[in-house]
């Protein structure tokens, strides 16, 4: 059991490490609730640098400037899983860091993830490290093709990700892979993807939003829609999958878990966890607007040591990502008015300067009485934007 520690109270600083548009929103909920906001990120002017009270421009191996960083706040935490390990002990030496280093080191490591959720008897799909093209070749025939050769580190939003359909492909796929261990994945024919976001406090409380479901269109998340359409038996499966990975971590924070929805005969199907994520996540971003707590308040809570809020879903919503592909190629600005005529719609832009394709820039959101009216305007909304 842990020693009571008093929590951290409205005025006190919150140190963020990573300056993406999680930190952003963040900021936001902590500066809304009367704490002031420190970020550091190597690039200036970033997105959670834009709302914080102070921004620090310094690489994460920068462990001096981390140091300095931890020093003027009162508690750290994160929106970007590869900051050092090596940093965030330096910083932990100083002021508590939540979730833990060691949280962190599991999951944003992609065969320690996988070794931490099997060994715990969470179910997974079958994979094999391999750290050679002979270990690939091994694993390409025992898992059969098609299968997904990982990196292991720096791997988010498809990057890092190389399908094999057949054998004569191992050669290629791991002069593509660049980094000296992998993760190969069998193929898992899957219904739909799940996600469930979960929250645990200080005191090991627990609290989780409503079961998402998530559509990806070029491995970026596309379209979340809550509740996710999918019995009430998965719902609570999903549920209480979440809840036992985040004890199982001894997570203070909030913890993304995806799933995948597996036929396998019955009505409710079956689970599989495909990745986790100790901090905010994209699919819960409909939290800010459909929920009494968001996402971002709720990881303030938590590292805070306050108690966590009500999580209730006021109404059906349905979230849409902006990818800088929206944005018209000869410069200017999407047609945010014609958006935004849409009934229910909302916008949320970053604050990022340059429209990438595949690039996420903002999301609308969109609640209505069901998921379907919902998810149908939040699409129409989307598609005026290239005018």
């Not at 479901?213 to 549920?239: M, Q, S, W």
Request: aromatic share 6%; with cysteine; charged share 20%.
């Amino acid at each position: 059991m842990r020693a009571a520690t008093p929590p951290i109270l409205p005025g006190k600083t919150i140190g963020i490490l990573g300056g993406g548009q999680l930190g952003r929103m963040f900021a936001i909920a902590a500066r809304r609730m009367g704490y002031r906001v420190h970020a550091l990120d190597p690039a200036p002017d970033c997105p959670t640098g834009q709302v914080a009270d102070v921004e620090w421009s310094a690489p994460y191996d920068d462990v001096a400037t981390a140091v300095r960083f931890a020093g003027a706040v009162d508690v750290v935490t994160f929106e970007f899983e590869n900051v050092p390990y090596e940093t965030l002990q330096a910083v932990a030496e100083l002021v508590p860091v939540r979730p833990a280093p060691l949280v962190l080191d599991t999951t944003r490591h992609r065969l320690r993830e996988k070794t931490f959720l099997s060994t715990h008897g969470y179910p997974v799909a079958p994979y094999r490290a391999v750290s050679s093209v002979d270990d690939l070749r091994h694993a390409v025939t025992q898992l059969g093709t098609p299968c997904i050769l990982k990196t292991a580190t720096f791997g988010y939003d498809g990057k890092g990700q190389t399908k094999i359909t057949d054998a004569a492909q191992v050669d290629a796929a791991w002069q593509r892979l660049g980094q000296p261990m992998g993760v190969v994945e069998g193929f898992v024919n899957f219904r739909c993807e799940l996600s469930v976001i979960v929250a645990r406090g200080k005191n090991g409380a627990l609290k989780t939003f409503d079961v998402a479901e998530n559509d990806h269109k070029h491995h970026i998340l596309d379209v979340t829609v809550v509740p996710a359409r999918v019995p009430e038996a998965t719902k609570r499966a999903a549920i209480d999958l979440a809840t036992s990975v985040a004890r199982s971590l001894d997570l203070v924070g909030v913890l993304a878990v995806e799933m995948f929805l597996v036929e396998d005969g019955t009505p409710a199907g079956r689970l599989v966890v495909n990745e986790l994520a100790p901090r905010p996540h994209n699919s819960g971003h409909f939290s800010f607007d459909a929920c009494v707590t968001s996402q971002f308040e709720q990881q303030l809570r938590a590292v805070c040591g306050l108690p966590l809020g009500d999580v209730d879903l006021m109404r059906p919503v349905a979230m849409a990502n902006l990818l800088g592909d929206v944005w018209p190629t000869g410069g200017g600005e999407p047609a945010w008015d014609k958006a935004l005529a849409v009934p229910g719609v909302k916008l949320h832009l970053y604050g990022k300067t340059e429209a990438r394709p595949g690039r996420k820039m903002g999301h609308l959101t969109c609640m209505a009485d069901d998921v379907e009216t919902a998810r149908a305007r939040v699409l129409q909304a989307r598609a005026a934007l290239p005018g």
